[in-house]
Antibody, heavy 119, light 113 residues
Framework: QVQLKESGPGLVQPSQTLSLTCTVSGFSLMDYSVHWVRQPPGKGLEWMGRMKYDGDTYYNSALKSRLSISRDTSKSQVFLKMNSLQTEDTAIYYC?????????????WGQGVMVTVSS | DIVMTQSPSSLAVSAGETVTINCKSSQSLLYSGNQKNYLAWYQQKPGQSPKLLIYWASTRQSGVPDRFIGSGSGTDFTLTISSVQAEDLAIYYCQQYYDTPYTFGAGTKLELK
């Protein structure tokens, strides 16, 4: 069955770089695009960026200067790196699968990983 | 960016009631090329990740009960939940996928009266 699972450090110091991994199963990264979405505690959802099935990447312009998304198809993993973290980057980070047909709604979500930015 | 405005922000209901959640977009989500509205609805229960309920404004995702009904077109959309059950208590988000950045409404929290 389709699964996505995020992993990474729970605590990051201000100004440091966040590195997260999304490991997927049940589908191929060469057939489906994967997105990252985050949710600050008690707040709404923010789309961060997309790793397209063909390897292209797209970013939210609000984060583009700090964000990088890459992948390793052999390991079925998508990576998120974001630098210059601040306290407002404290959030649950989700990876999600884009629906088949490249329409950008999300039919499967990972459980999320809580990242706290604090010294 | 397309701004998604949901109302109300919270709603207290009794089991068995019908509820309506509204979502308004700052520009039309109707694509003339295929006459589809690029609007999805998600349900997020406490401590869980969001779950896709509706896409194309009115198409239910597989396995979603038929008491969840999406409607609307252009800039105004509605999620109706008929005969609310206790398991429906959650936060509901609309999302536009018409243009980047893909944006979500602030959410509507459904609570028990």
């Amino acid at each position: 069955q389709v699964q996505l699972k995020e992993s990474g450090p729970g605590l990051v110091q201000p100004s440091q770089t966040l590195s997260l991994t999304c490991t997927v199963s049940g589908f191929s990264l060469m057939d489906y695009s994967v997105h990252w979405v985050r949710q600050p505690p008690g707040k709404g959802l923010e789309w961060m960026g997309r790793m397209k099935y063909d390897g292209d990447t797209y970013y939210n312009s609000a984060l583009k200067s700090r964000l990088s998304i890459s992948r390793d198809t052999s390991k079925s993993q998508v990576f998120l790196k974001m630098n210059s973290l601040q306290t407002e980057d404290t959030a649950i980070y989700y990876c999600t699968r884009e629906s088949y047909g490249s329409y950008r709604f999300f039919d499967y979500w990972g459980q999320g990983v809580m990242v706290t930015v604090s010294s | 960016d397309i701004v998604m405005t949901q109302s109300p922000s919270s709603l207290a209901v009794s089991a068995g009631e019908t509820v309506t959640i509204n979502c308004k977009s700052s520009q039309s989500l109707l694509y003339s090329g295929n006459q589809k509205n690029y609007l999805a609805w998600y349900q997020q229960k406490p401590g869980q990740s969001p779950k896709l309920l509706i896409y194309w404004a009115s198409t239910r995702q597989s396995g979603v009960p038929d008491r969840f009904i999406g409607s609307g077109s252009g800039t105004d959309f509605t999620l109706t939940i008929s005969s609310v059950q206790a398991e429906d208590l959650a936060i509901y988000y609309c999302q536009q996928y018409y243009d980047t950045p893909y944006t979500f409404g602030a959410g509507t929290k459904l609570e028990l009266k």
